[in-house]
């Protein structure tokens, strides 16, 4: 399974790979031949009178070898680095191509750590696979092979001489790597449950400090860092010292003093010549290289695989159908029309049922109910964050699943409880709508989005550079996104709890700004304050999923029901929100 996530990611570049694998091959036997010419040219070095033609013929053919040699590994990494090169930028492109037709609501789970290790750190670990290990590893085979191959062909004895240390190598390599993989998940939790530690260290330290829990979490920091530590230590204490032993084992004194060991018999005993003995000990002393370069390469292939299987999954993520007509159609007004639609999440739990009801062009319906009820849900539907289980919702008559995305997001503006202000310039972040707009639009955008005077405060205006030069505060954020909303003038609006991050001060701008925002427009508004939705043209109050209640503010608090429940208790809380106090409530 694995290797079939691989293969079929590689498809495309096989060629190139292949390309790469056998121009690697032969570099790797190129290098050799002049291990042998040496010996060769040492042994006619050795005759008298010298032969001067043959010597000129081993040194050219040593020279020409490795040449040859170098130009062909030269290559292998050239083709092996373009398939990379095109593998790279082919999965950027797929998987940037994919995240823009994934379902909206997909980016809003935990999902965009995951994203970034595959665009960033996966296709990193796919680099070294590609480019490297491929040519590394053919070279690192084909070596030991060829050079023991052509040692048999000399004497037997020579090629089995060159293995002699294998069996011991062996032994401590199988030690080395007893439990690699048990030991590596092993790992891989304890350094997972550090980082949960610190995570939740960081993201909670407000409530930790509050409630003087800092030790209690620094405790638990310190005890996910000990057992890190007391596994780690022995672990890697015992594989390093393995390790010692079989890099000593595969040191070049070792190999050397093993060859002439064993090599002094049969030279004394006449059945080899030193010259193919010096030739024995130099094909020995490749083959540490070889090892090594295998156990690395193994290693990175495993942690490539698991990247692959990541870019795979995230590739195989189910987007939004594409609509089916061939011409684009567009909706003939700003009329929405929910048609007894209902929703479940991927669970399966039904969280909106058979929901029907109309907002007609230029009026705001109010979406109010208890944590839970489903009124953000609902509202994400009409962007496609998602799309109905059953039923259909409509723009204008037309089917929201018929809409090109470029359509829908042309008719539909939304401004969610989390503001994501871009790192770019303030005046980057208001015309993100409206890429060409006019200096006059833009700052009359944020004037009636009541936040021109806090930007022409800054030093650089429009300028300033959003994260680098200042932050703003949530409020302010809000607001900036209203000016961007204004500026983009869609004609339905969905407004999730826009007023959420601001102060009793700033949510009185905010809801000024709002209601400018609205004027003329189809607006679904889901706000945790009644008094700011009581002029609204409809409420609608959710359950449970269903729709318990529906009307007019009047109406409303005129009948039992969960609304004037609602509405007494905010009453209370706060005696002075009557609608026809509130400043810049949302108009009718
Ligand atoms: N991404 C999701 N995956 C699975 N279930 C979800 C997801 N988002 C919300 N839910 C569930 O759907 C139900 C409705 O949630 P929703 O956020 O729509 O309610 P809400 O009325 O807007 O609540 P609140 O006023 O607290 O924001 C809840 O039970 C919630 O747990």
Not at 463 to 469: F, K, P
Not at 554 to 573: H, T
């Amino acid at each position: 399974m694995r290797n079939d996530t691989l293969k079929s990611l590689r498809k495309p570049i096989r060629t190139l790979i292949w390309g790469g694998i056998w121009l690697g091959a032969f570099g790797g036997v190129s290098a050799l031949i002049p291990l042998f010419g040496l010996a060769a040219l040492a042994e006619a070095l050795q005759t008298a009178p010298p032969d001067l033609h043959r010597i000129a013929m081993l040194a050219a053919l040593i020279v020409v070898c490795t040449v040859l040699g170098w130009l062909a590994t030269t290559l292998a990494m050239g083709l092996t680095h373009l398939a990379d090169e095109r593998l790279q930028a082919r999965l950027r492109c797929q998987m940037i191509a994919h995240l823009g037709v994934l379902p909206l609501g997909w980016f809003t789970g935990t999902h965009s750590g995951m994203v970034r290790k595959a665009v960033e750190d996966d296709l990193t670990e796919l680099h070294y696979l590609t480019a490297h290990h491929e040519v590394e590893r053919i070279r690192a085979l084909s070596q030991p092979i060829i050079g023991l191959f052509c040692l048999s062909l000399l004497d037997w004895r020579l090629a089995l001489l060159a293995m002699a240390t294998w069996p011991l190598y062996g032994v401590a390599y199988f030690w080395m790597m007893r439990g690699y993989r048990e030991n590596l998940q092993l790992m891989d939790r304890d350094l997972a449950a550090i980082s949960a530690a610190i995570v939740e260290l960081i993201r909670n330290i407000v409530v930790i400090k509050s409630y003087r829990q800092a030790r209690q979490n620094h405790h638990d920091y310190g005890q996910a860092t000990s057992r890190f530590a007391l596994f780690y230590g022995g672990w890697a204490g015992r594989t390093a010292r393995i390790e010692a032993i079989s890099a000593l084992l595969l040191s070049v004194p070792v190999i050397m003093l093993t060859s002439l060991a064993g090599g002094y018999p049969l030279v004394t005993g006449g059945q080899v010549t030193p010259v193919m003995l010096f030739a024995e000990i130099m094909v020995a002393m490749t083959l540490p290289q070889c090892f090594q370069t295998l156990h690395t390469g193994n290693a990175a292939f495993k942690r490539a695989q698991a990247a692959a299987e990541r870019i795979d999954y995230l590739l195989s993520r189910p987007s939004l159908p594409a609509p089916t007509p061939t011409h684009p159609i567009s909706p003939t007004s700003a009329e929405v029309t929910f048609d007894h639609v209902s929703f479940a999440y991927d669970d399966g739990r039904p969280v909106l049922n058979h929901l029907s009801f109309t907002c007609a062009p230029g009026t705001v319906t109010a979406l109010i109910g208890p944590s839970g009820a489903g009124k953000s849900t609902l509202a994400r539907l009409v962007p496609r964050f998602y799309d109905v289980s059953k039923g259909a919702i409509r723009l204008g008559g037309v089917d929201v699943r018929q809409l090109d995305r470029a359509t829908l997001y042309r008719q539909v503006g939304f401004v969610l409880q989390e503001v994501e202000l871009l790192h770019g310039t303030v005046r980057d972040n208001i015309c993100l709508g409206h890429i060409n707009a006019r200096e006059s639009d833009i700052i009359a955008a944020a004037q009636a989005a009541q936040i021109d005077s806090v930007i022409q405060a800054l030093p650089q205006g429009y300028d300033t550079m959003i994260g680098d030069g200042y932050c703003f505060s949530g409020g302010e954020a809000q607001r900036i996104a209203l000016a961007r909303m204004i500026l983009a003038n869609r004609p339905i609006l969905i407004l999730d709890e826009a007023t959420s991050s601001a102060d009793p001060e700033h949510e009185v701008q905010i809801q000024a700004a709002l209601s400018h925002l609205a004027r003329g427009r189809t607006v679904i508004v889901i706000a945790h304050r009644l008094a700011s939705i009581a002029h609204a043209d409809q409420i609608l109050v959710l359950e449970d999923g269903r729709i318990v209640q529906k009307g007019r503010h009047e109406m409303l608090v005129s009948q039992e029901g969960c609304y004037k429940d609602l509405w007494e208790v905010e009453n209370r809380a706060q005696p002075l929100s009557h609608p026809a106090e509130t400043e810049g409530a949302l108009p009718c």
